[in-house]
């Protein structure tokens, strides 16, 4: 059903329950329902119009409306629109009811709403810190309006501990991570196994938050926002620079010209490349076959070549910024980066051709970590891990963005749902990444980079902006603001959602098949940590690339310890 | 006996030293091959030599549950190995080979099997002692394969002196060596697992279990850990050629020696190139695996106490 005849049911169904509806362009639906409602309204969408969880966004509202705010997001994939439920609830009292129980997938982002705005998930069956520190102090929430990007609390307790679960009986605990060869970046599961069974697990992760939704929000300004949006991962950065520019052009109605679509189309089809060849190199890797992995990355290096070429970088590109790019393609970088995809096509079908014929590889990897349709409903899986489960969904079809309204291609699918199909996705997307590039080369007309914008941007706006990423759909959620910068700004990455599905897939599995069911979801920890404030104990300095972040962490560490 | 003697005290020596200097060598030029396979320039050959020295020449950390227990798995797994050297025949005759039998040399292989999981118990750690059950589950069914091996020679020779077990004596029957034969496939197509390498670098597993049994081991005692592994490497590629490849190793001197070390250099080069190309297998496939060689390996020993 369209949005509109949508909310024409609803309406009828809850009446005066919806406070306020507002059908924002093309694909977004607005609903604000009382809070009394919002369990009841969300549980209608999801379990009988199926729709498919996004994210919640907890944010502090006191300044402008003195209320706070909850919005859970829910994509229509089939029929190409996203429904955003909001509820206020007053400043005294900020509770509202969790909807975990009938959407699991909710599990961690109202988890987060708790931890990070305060706001309490009533009814919640494991309410549990998700991102702060174990030690920071209880009533003290960083993405409050009233706590300063620069505050550290006083009374940080060293000693206390998360709490983990009893193992069931029989079990041993094996602790993996925080520190493990296949992890490349701090996460910590405690994994309950009897014999090599793992019985069940507990996650703890988080330890590297940046802060980085906080540091937007109170210094940075909207075209400063993009390049720290791209550090937010060391792989899919693109991504969020885009998801990012695109919620708030859509906060602000403004639409970028089609050369710069395009360009964005390629660079980000660039970075599936590199991040896909990567991927099926590392799940070699993990079962120990080292040559494909190296071989991978020798196809691989091309690719980051050809990117360094276009933006100077070989990673961060630095391309978006607010209505547009930064760089074009020449005559001369288009003939070169069609001879890359020419031998990459070619390298990556040998590839293909042995890691589909060898039968070792397929031993360790068919019929594990299985994650079947039920379990991508459920978690609401994104990317290749629910397409690989045979639930066809990709954001570039079903909210189509930038320039992919225009190119043709393929949702690749398989129907194991174990590692094995995960790889077979992410190799066969390889090859429509690369039919995409060339398209968009072909079509893409000359044309102004970016628009000018003489203005300053609209106040209190709502953009939400769904970008599919390597590993599934990266989701940003922009409320605009005074002072040249938004006044919220959430971002889901999909290893959000894709590793809360992990503890099922590797359930009475063995404990050798924990790290390529964990490795097939391609995990990506410092998208999924970006959040508040600095774990002391894990030194997550190390992993931050901004000089003037690392300062900050130091200072607040040398503050917090005695 | 003062014949016997004497090829002892050459021979001993001789033997130990040669496996020691050539153990890296085969190392480096593993690495080497592996890194052509994948497309790199890889180390250069001597570096598993520079490695070795690095090592040693490390801090002792102690870190485990006991370290007396771990210094003395240490020493004696390089022990062991070295033991092995003298009742192998590297090119000559093994220097003790007629003085020992082939269960005194199961015996050792076993024991320096053992030491793995010595080192594994004695640190104590989680993985360690995943890496342990892992590796104690492999050699279950892996060391009866050995004792098959040279019980099917032991068979044909009607001795169990080293001496005659070794130099082909698995196809000295009258007629067609169906056991030697069937014998020959099975070592061959365990030899990976013997020696430790992927697909059957299990109880290691480097990206599941962190090198497991060896996870907290470092400096001085990883240095003779990984040693004895090269040096087992070279001794079970000799034993494997002592017992199903002699050909030519009665032509004496220059000739017969050249031809030994070829066909070890062969076979070592073989593994390089077999973990190369393989993923690991998980203990449970790999136990399947064994299973069915030591199946093969039944028929074997029917059909040489049949005498075919």
């Keep these: 059903m369209p949005a509109r005849e949508t909310l024409i049911a609803l309406r009828q169904r809850f009446g005066s329950a919806i406070e306020r509806a507002d059908l924002a362009g093309e694909g977004r639906l607005h609903l604000f329902v009382e809070r009394a409602s919002l369990g009841a309204v969300c549980r209608h969408l999801a379990l009988d119009l199926g729709a498919r969880f996004i994210t919640t966004i907890g944010a502090d509202d006191r300044p402008y409306s003195g209320r706070f705010l909850v919005v859970h997001n829910f994509a229509f994939d089939r029929e190409h629109w996203i429904a955003s439920v909001a509820t206020q609830p007053p400043a005294d009292d900020p509770r509202v009811e969790s909807i975990c129980g009938a959407v699991p997938a909710a599990a961690w982002a109202e ?78 599961f405690r994994l309950y196994v009897e014999g090599e069974q793992v019985r069940g697990c507990e996650y703890r992760g988080f330890m590297a938050h940046r802060g980085i939704e906080k540091l937007a929000e109170s210094v940075m300004t909207y075209n400063e926002i993009p390049l720290l949006a791209e550090r937010i991962c060391g792989i899919c950065g693109c991504v969020h620079s885009v998801a990012y520019v695109q919620a708030v052009e859509s906060a602000a109605a403004l639409q970028p010209p089609p050369r710069a679509e395009y360009l964005r189309t390629i660079m980000l089809e660039i970075e599936r490349l ?37 933006t100077g970088n070989r990673k961060t590109y630095a391309l978006c910024v607010v209505g547009g790019v930064r760089w074009d393609i020449g005559a001369a ?109 072909a079509q893409m007309e000359d044309g102004p980079l970016g628009l000018g914008i003489p203005d300053e941007l609209p106040v209190g706006r709502w953009g939400l902006s769904s970008v599919e990423a390597p590993r599934g759909e990266s989701h940003h959620f ?85 | 006996m003062t014949d016997g003697l004497l090829r002892a005290a050459v021979g001993v020596p001789l033997n130990a030293a040669a496996a020691l200097l050539v153990a890296p060598l085969f190392q480096g030029a593993m690495r080497r091959l592996t890194a052509i396979v994948q497309s790199r320039r890889g180390p250069p050959i001597r570096q598993a030599y520079f490695d070795l020295l690095k090592l040693l020449g490390k801090e002792d950390i102690e ?70 059950s892992r590796e104690m589950m492999a050699m279950v069914a892996l060391e009866p394969l050995f004792v098959v091996a040279l019980v099917v020679g032991a068979l044909h020779r009607r001795s169990l002196r080293l001496d005659a077990v070794f130099g082909g004596s698995v196809y000295d029957v009258g007629g067609f060596p169906w056991s030697g034969l069937v014998m020959l496939a099975v070592m061959a197509l365990s030899f990976q697992a013997f020696v430790q390498r992927a697909p059957f670098d299990i109880a290691e597993a480097e990206t599941e279990l962190m090198d497991g049994p060896l996870m907290e081991y470092s400096g001085p005692k990883l240095a003779l850990f990984k040693y004895a592994q090269m040096v087992r490497l070279v001794v079970h590629a000799a034993l494997f050629v002592a017992i199903f490849a002699p050909w030519g190793s009665g032509l004496g001197a220059p000739l017969g020696w050249l031809l030994f070390w070829a066909k070890v250099s062969l076979l070592v080069l073989l593994v390089a190139l077999v973990a190369a190309t393989h993923a690991r297998y998980r203990i449970d496939q790999a136990i399947r695996y064994f299973a069915g060689l030591l199946a093969a390996a039944a028929v074997a020993l029917a059909l040489a106490a049949c005498g075919h």
Aim: proline share 7%; glycine share 10%.
């Design chain 1, 111 to 188: 988890r987060e709403m708790r931890d990070l705005v305060g706001i309490v998930p009533e009814g919640h069956r494991y309410l549990k810190r998700l991102v702060l520190p174990d030690g920071w102090p209880d009533g003290v929430h960083p993405l409050r309006k009233d706590v300063a990007w620069n505050f550290s609390p006083p009374g940080f307790d060293e000693g206390r501990e998360f709490g983990f679960g009893e193992p069931p009986e029989g079990c041993i605990v094996v602790p993996f991570g925080p520190f493990h060869p296949t992890l490349d970046e701090p996460a910590h």
């Design chain 1, 274 to 310: 590199q991040s896909h060849l990567l991927a099926v190199g590392l799940a070699c890797h993990i079962v120990g076959f080292d040559t494909l992995f190296m071989q991978c990355f020798r196809i691989r290096e091309p690719v980051m070549r050809v990117a360094e070429e276009i």
């Design chain 1, 333 to 441: 970088l288009r003939a070169k980066l069609l001879g890359v995809l020419e031998r990459l096509e070619a390298e990556w079908r040998a590839v293909a051709d042995a890691v589909g014929g060898d039968r070792n590889l397929r031993r360790r990897t068919v019929g594990v970590g299985i994650a079947g349709p039920a379990l991508a409903r459920d978690t609401a899986l994104v990317g290749p891990v629910a397409r690989a489960a045979g639930v066809a969904i990709d954001c570039r079809r079903d909210h189509p963005y930038g320039a992919y309204a225009r190119v043709d291609f393929n949702v690749v699918t398989a129907d194991g749902g174990d590692a094995w199909s995960r790889l077979v996705v992410r190799m066969t997307e390889v090859f429509e990444s690369i039919r995409i590039i060339r398209q968009c080369l």
């Design chain 1, 478 to 562: 922009v409320i605009t603001g005074e002072g040249n910068r938004p006044r919220r700004w959430r971002v889901r990455a999909p290893t959000y959602q894709n590793l809360q599905g992990v503890p099922a897939m590797i359930k009475d599995q063995q404990l050798a098949d924990m790290t390529i069911s964990l490795g097939s979801i391609d995990p990506c920890f410092s998208c999924t940590d970006r959040l508040e404030t600095v774990d002391l104990r894990s030194g997550a300095a190390r992993t931050w690339s901004q000089p003037e972040l690392e300062r900050l962490a130091r200072a607040a560490a040398r503050r917090l310890t005695p």
């Design chain 2, 63 to 132: 870190s485990g549950e006991s370290g007396v227990m771990q210094r003395f798995a240490a020493y004696l797994a390089f022990a062991c190995t070295l033991a092995l050297t003298s009742l192998v025949p590297m090119g000559f005759p093994a220097p003790l080979g007629a003085g020992a039998d082939a269960v005194a040399l199961i015996y050792l292989l076993t024991l320096a099997g053992m030491c793995t999981l010595l080192a594994g118990l004695a640190a104590g750690s989680t993985y360690s002692l995943l890496g342990v």
